[in-house]
């Protein structure tokens, strides 16, 4: 058994280019590989990170413990019918955690993995806690996954493992508009969300907000336009505001703004194809893409689409038109860049590489990809790491918002649009009266333009990124202790959830 166990995990820590640690230590009823990675688990990392920022909000123990507890670990297993002729059965493994119940409901993605463990799944709804913190964004931290790769089932049969993975949920009361509202993370996405909703809907008829049970659902089923890039969009509108702050990019020898940043993308998922997107849109050069069978650079930039689809069609980025080859996927993170945007698992900048990267920004758009032994490193070569706590905080931003238009049962703009359009119409009307000179039309439909739905969902989450990072970088001037962007995040996440525990009354 003992020996079952260590290959397995062997196996599922040589995932992608990652290095196969040495050391077995069992926590949250996981086997860590502890050498070449790190010797803190990820939940151990955002303890770490937590106890180091913990020293400058004044708050005492009793409170900080209660923030950085995991409040409610919800471990499941449960059968699923698989097969064309539904003759074979499959148990599977999977998790609900809700780390905080400070603002309710709780809210976090659901990762497909075979590395789902507890510690992850305890970890990234830690960080869920803090990112809705710092955005303003009423939830407690959540988080859920299922161990399973989704590329070795079909369609119907991951149709029935999220069926019932959303039953039991609903079984034990880990879901609900009110309760616990999942959301997508690595491995799903629209198509599980709205499977997760339909079984939420069968099983609690007429809850008039049911839609409001997770988020990131396709339009038809309650879903917001804008949730599927917003994630990207969000580490767009961070890193470009970061971009626009003169003296932090003089220190960093860079010159101010996006445009002609050179910038290396880690995962072409939802979240990295739509960092890509909108750094390219943005006049960035996308120099280089990894995805875990290789990576492909080249220095005049790389269209995403085009990328997606060769990769689509062959199965591989490889032997990109034009691009040339990284034999080794992690070689694209040590590429010299100005940005370097790891959007794909935790733990792949570690203190083996992090000596090797030139890049004067990174990006975290995933979750924990930096480990608290890199971050040291980093830190020290001036390298400044914009904190996955604040960066990647635009999926959960909008998510709100979708959760917001479920309960008001309306599309965002449907009020508003059309008045607006008339009351536009008319300033501009006087306006060619008064100077007797007509407005070109190309002029004129922007100016007379109401807003549609995503125009406010990319507006709403414009406005909560830029104002998110002065928060920040304001914590970092009024704190001169503080050494790093992340410790700047979490103090100012402790403290939002501290006044909110305090105001329960709890605490003296
Ligand atoms: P995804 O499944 O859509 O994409 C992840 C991509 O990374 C896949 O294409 C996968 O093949 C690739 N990948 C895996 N290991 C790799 C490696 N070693 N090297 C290069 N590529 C590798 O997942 P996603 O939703 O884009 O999530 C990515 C990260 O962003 C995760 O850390 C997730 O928790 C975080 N995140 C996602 C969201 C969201 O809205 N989806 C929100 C916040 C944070």
Same mark, same amino acid.
């Given at each position: ?9 062997? *196996?599922?820590?040589? =995932?992608?280019?990652?290095? +196969? ?21 990820? *939940? ?35 059968? +699923? ?13 999977? #998790? ?5 119940? =400070? ?8 990762? *497909?993995?075979?590395?789902?463990? !507890? ?17 303003? $964004? ?26 019932? #993975? ?47 049970? $997770? ?19 969000? +580490? ?10 003169? @003296? %932090?990019? !003089? ?11 050179? $910038? ?13 997107? *909108? ?90 990809? +930096?480990?608290?032994?890199? @971050? ?23 998510? #709100? ?7 008001? =049962?309306?599309? #965002? ?12 119409? !008319? ?24 807003? @549609? ?16 990072? =002065?928060?920040? %970088? ?35």
């Amino acid at each position: 058994m003992q020996s079952y166990e260590l290959l397995a995990d062997s *196996f599922l820590f040589g =995932h992608g280019n990652f290095i +196969v640690g040495l050391q077995r230590k069992r926590k949250n009823n996981t086997i860590f590989m502890t050498v070449g990675l790190s010797k803190y688990s990820f *939940f151990e990392t955002v303890e770490y990170n937590f106890d180091k920022a913990a020293a400058f909000t004044g708050f005492d123990a009793g409170i900080l413990e209660q923030i950085k507890a995991c409040n409610s670990v919800y471990q499941m297993k449960f059968p +699923v019918r698989m097969g064309q002729n539904l003759d074979r059965v499959e148990v599977f493994e999977a #998790y609900r955690v809700q780390h905080s119940h =400070h603002k309710t409901p709780c809210k976090g993605g659901i990762r *497909f993995s075979m590395d789902v463990n !507890q510690d992850e799944v305890m970890a990234l709804a830690s960080l869920m806690t803090y990112k809705c913190a710092i955005v303003n $964004v009423p939830f407690g931290g959540g988080k859920g996954g299922i161990k399973v790769d989704p590329k070795k089932y079909t369609p119907l049969e991951l149709e029935r493992i999220t069926r019932r #993975y959303a039953a039991e949920l609903v079984k034990k009361n880990f879901i609900g508009p009110g309760i616990d509202v999942p959301a997508p993370d690595y491995g799903s996405g629209e198509r599980e969300m709205g499977w997760i909703a339909d079984t939420y809907l069968a099983m609690k008829p007429g809850d008039v907000d049911g839609l409001g049970c $997770v988020t990131g659902k396709p339009i038809a089923q309650g879903g917001v336009r804008g949730r599927r890039e917003a994630t990207g969009l969000g +580490v767009f509108y961070g890193t470009r505001e970061l971009c626009n702050q003169a @003296d %932090l990019m !003089q220190k960093l020898g860079l010159t101010s703004g996006i445009e002609g940043k050179t $910038v290396v993308v880690q995962g072409l998922g939802n979240v990295g194809y739509h960092s890509a997107k *909108f750094f390219r849109e943005g006049g960035a050069k996308v120099i280089a893409i990894a995805e875990y069978e290789g990576a492909i650079m080249n220095p005049e930039g790389l269209d995403e689409e085009a990328v997606f689809q060769h990769r689509k069609s062959t199965g591989s980025i490889l032997n990109f038109p034009g691009a040339t080859n990284l034999e080794k996927s992690s070689e694209a993170l040590e590429l010299a860049c100005d940005i370097l945007i790891p959007a794909a698992l935790e733990n792949v900048i570690t203190e083996t590489n992090a000596p090797n990267i030139k890049a004067k920004i990174i990006a975290e758009a995933a979750n924990g990809p +930096v480990t608290v032994e890199a @971050d040291e490193i980093l830190n020290s070569k001036g390298i400044v790491v914009i904190p996955d706590i604040y960066l990647n905080a635009g999926g959960v931003t909008v998510s #709100y918002f979708e959760w917001l238009k479920n309960l008001s =049962h309306v599309r #965002y703009g449907r009020m508003e649009k059309r008045f607006t359009e008339n009351m536009n119409s !008319q300033i501009v009307q006087q306006i060619e009266n008064m100077t007797g000179r007509s407005m070109e039309t190309g002029h004129r439909s922007m100016i007379v333009h109401g807003p @549609d739905e995503v125009d406010l969902i990319y507006s709403g989450l414009e406005e909560t990124m830029i104002s998110s990072l =002065h928060d920040l %970088l304001n914590t970092m001037r009024e704190n001169p202790g503080i050494d790093s962007m992340r410790t700047a995040a979490f103090v100012l996440a402790i403290k939002k959830v501290g006044v909110a525990y305090k105001e329960l009354g709890i605490f003296p």
